[in-house]
Each structure stands twice: as structure tokens, then as C-alpha cells.
């Protein structure tokens, strides 16, 4: 890639962005157990009404798109950082056991103290840079190689789903809420989950733009931006708990969706290189995308069973990350 | 005027250690180490720069402690020139040396001012890299990248620049290049510089000051005429030679030992 190349494809992805997002969404809101054609959405978006289809439309669907974007947009960031700071592109929310973290957290919280569910953010938060933190110190030696990284966040992993099924079990009677929880979906999700991951959401995105310069300063490697007059150790740090904050807004309300934060960042690292100042807007247009086309597609061609988002992500991304293994087993 | 003062440095690294290095660089002079391979060069220049916390001594960069800079505020006083580049990101020459500008900017502006503009111009200019500021850094051959990784420590406009073996994997015409223009820049703007070197010959004709490490310790120092003798050659290299100066170059002749 020459320059030229790489400000075209800058262009060009920077442009095709909103309209794919627009598009996206639209698939979104009229596809479904009823379609529901982009004229009426229109009527009911400018004038209201009260026909059954703008109920589904305004109720079900519209909260849920909406949810599906963000969730998307997070995990997509949350990764692309992750990836930078553990200098490893197999870092991902998921696999690494950040969404693990968060997941264990926000179970704590829906089975303890089912009244706050308001809390459970803020929770997924806590547990994800815990999680984070855990692993980037097992795995973290001057770099933290793939190998290391993907061994520590499954035994990482494995341990928190470990106490996630011990809680579960003492607690059998209030995992009804939990359950559709654990398998990554937007199922019933609402306006009201909207508002619980909203805030956090919106300021973990909001905080990228702050973190596209210590992210790009950090892919020169430790030495270098020591060099250049960083504080590699403190950023890092920082970064690692946007990454968590990130996660924790997508885990809180979706549950455990893992790949979109994988896959998302490597496809547009590909495509337009790895400056963040692109990767990470671009990536989190490309996560929210992703997101919400696979949630219509898993509630809708499965007819009558909505498949969680989670598992079709799952069957997606899992072939890719082995692909990623196998492609990098030079790497240590 | 002393650039960098180390005073009794020590530090150890697994079976190495560094013990007791009490060296003085001159401010506006260029500074040769030398040494043989594993005896701690690498380790005395990154303890300089702050990469790595010595175990006792102190070092004094430019009279104030290296303990009493922020990493910024060291940034804008000595720059340095790694030993072994990790893998460049996807940047064009122009972007590399702009990181040079970041000591003099908070953690996350990105906006460049004139002033900066005026030192990444300045920087490549000096490296012969205007013609390829555009490129992909990754592009560039061995010699190029070198000098973009040096016009990235140039930007940062220091009054001190380290340079970790800057020539070993160069032939010898994009050497004696390197050694010209880091020559230029210590007479006109009284750079001061320091580099590791392996090459006896341009250490002594293109540097003022000569310091030889063996085995984590300083064996001698001094101008590089006066420290390249015979005995030198057998206490850092342990070979027996003849040394004969033709100008500023020592012509070193091994006295071969008999085949056993
Ligand atoms: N992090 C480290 N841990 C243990 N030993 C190290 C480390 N870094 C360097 N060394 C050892 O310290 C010695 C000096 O290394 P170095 O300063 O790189 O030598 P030079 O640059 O003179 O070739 C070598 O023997 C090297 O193996
Ligand atoms: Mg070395």
C-alpha cells in the first residue's frame, strides 16, 4: 500500500461508513416475523402511529437496532485497543476473558441484587478491567505474544465461567433472569437497556478520540515511545480500562457476544492500515454494522426460534480466529 | 561542559553485570563506545536514556539527574537511536519523523504547529530523505530506514542524541554517508553525539572522544589517537596487532597467531 492507495481507501471507508450504517439499520427495523416496508417506517418515524407495525417498530425493533449498534460499535473498539496495547492481534474481549470478566461481574449483580439492575454497567465495568488486568499481568512480558495472551485468557476464562456456573448453581432459582443473558443475545432487549448502556456506551466512544495518539505512539513499540517522551506503563493502563469500559457497555446489556471485537478491527486493519485514527472510528461503523445484520439475520431466517446474536457471531468468528492461530504461528 | 556524567553505574541482568561505569561525555562532541559484542554497550546507553533503571550510581544528563526529568522533559534533551528497530507500523516517512515532535505536546494533541513542520523539514532534509518523505516506511532499504529512524530523533530537536550501532548493517559507502552528515550536524548545530561503533577506523576518524567497555566495565577512554594502541587492541579485543595511524585513520595489521 503507497500513500495514495492508502488515502483512497481512507476516503472511500470514511464515506461508505454512514450509509452502511443507514442500511444496516434499515435491514434491521423492516425485516422480521412481519416485514414491515421502508415507506411505512417513514410515516411512522415522522408522524407516529399507533398500527400494530409501528408498535413493533417503535417498541421492539427500533431499541433493539439501536442496542445492536452500540453493542457492535464497543466490542469493535474495545478489541482494536486491546490488539494495540497487547501488541497481538488475537487480543479480543471475548477470547481474552475481559467479557468474561464483566460477565461474571453482571451475573454477581443480576442474581445478588436482581432490584439494581441499573448497576449492572458499572459492574461489567469493574469485572472487565479486572479480568484485563489479570491477564495482561500473567501474559505481559515485554510484549505480550500471541501464544501467552491466548493460553492465560483461557485459563482466565475458564475460571470465571467456573464461578459464574458455581453462583448459578447456589442460586438456581433466580437464574430465569440470566439465562438469555449468558448467551449473548438481544432478545427482549429494550428501551430499557438501552438506558442502562447508553451513558456508558456513548463515553467509552467518546474517549477513543483520546486514544488514537497513545495507541499510535505504543504500535512503535515500548522502547520507542519511551524514546519519545511517553509514560508507556501509565497509558497502557489507561487504555486498558477504556478497553474494559468499552466491554463492559456491550457485555452489560448483550451478554457474552465474542469475535465482532476479533474480526471487525483485522478486517479494517487490512483494508485501510493500522492507523487509529481510522481503524477505531471506522472499526466501531463496521462493529455496529455487523452486529445488527447478524441479530436480523439470527431472529429471523431461523423462524420460530430466534437464534441468540451470539452464537452466529460465534460460528463466524471462531473459524476466523483458528485461521489467524494458523496464519501467525511464526509469531513466538 | 559535561553532556552526560555517569557516576559508579551499576546494574545486573541475569549473568551480566554492569560495575561501577563512571564515564563523562563531552557536550558538542561526537562520542564513540566500543567494545566487544555482549559487554554492555547497549546497556549503558539505555540506562542514559532512561530505558532501564540502574541498580546504583546515578547519571547526570546535561547537570540536572536523570532521576529529576519527566520522560517528556528528557525527550526534548536526548534522543535516541535503538539497536534493533522493532517492526515499523504502516507510515510514510514524513509521519515517522512527526513522532519526533511528541515530547513537545501533551499525551493527546495531534495537531502539528509551523514550528514543528519546520523541524520534520528540517530533520529529513538532513537525512536526504525529502525525495522520500511520501514513501511507506516500510518500503525502504536498510540504509534508508536507519536514517528515517535517525531524522525521527532528529525532529526532536535534543541537544544530545545516542545512536546504537547506526552503521553495523550498512555497507561501507551508506556508512561513511552516515558518519559525513552525523559529522555535520555535531559541527554545525554542536550536536553532541554518541554512538556505538564496531569499526575502529571511523571511530577515530570521525570521533573526538572514545570510550571502551569490556565486560560491563570502562577499560579506556580518551581521544581515540591516543587510546588505539597495541595495548588497547589486546585489553578489549584480546588480539595481538600492530597499529599504524595514516591520517586520521589506524591502520590495524593482526599479528596472525600460529595455526595449532
Ligand atoms: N534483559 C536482559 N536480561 C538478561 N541479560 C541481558 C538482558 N539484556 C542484555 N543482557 C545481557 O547483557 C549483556 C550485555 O548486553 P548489551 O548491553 O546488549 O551488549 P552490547 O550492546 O555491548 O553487545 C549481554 O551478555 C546480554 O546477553
Ligand atoms: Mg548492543
Redesign the interface.
Known sequence: ???AQ?TRKRKIAAALMPPLLAACALFGLTTGSVSIPLREIGAVLLHGSSSEHAVILLEVRLPRVLIGLLTGACLAASGAILQGIMRNPLADPGIIGVSAGGGLAAVIALVLLPQWSYLLPPAAFVGAFAAALLIYGLSWDRGASPVKIVLAGVAVNALLGAVMNGIMVFHSDRIQAVIPWLSGGLNGRSWKHLGFMLPYALLGLALTA?A???A??L???D??A??????VEL?RMLLLALAALLAGAAVSVAGLVGFVGLVVPHAVRLLI???Y?YLLPVSAFAGGALVVVADTIARSWFDPVELPVGILLACVGAPFFLYLLKKRSHWR | MTAIETNELRLTAGVFRLSGVSITVPVGQITAIVGPNGSGKSTLLKLIAGLLAPGGGSIVIHGKPLAGYKRAELARELSMLPQSGETLPELTVRELAAYGRSPYHGPFSRRLNAEDEQAIDWALERMNLRRHEDRMARTLSGGERQRALIAMALAQKTGILLLDEPTTYLDIAHQLDLMRVLSGLNREYGLTIVMVLHDLQQAAAFCGHLIAVKEGAVVARGAPQAVITPHFLKAVYDIDAKVRFDEAYPLIIPLLRPEL
Open positions: 500500500m503507497n500513500k492508502r483520546l488514537v495518539k497513545p499510535n505512539l504500535a512503535l513499540g522502547q520507542s519511551k524514546l519519545l517522551g511517553q509514560r497509558q492500515g493500522e492507523d485514527r
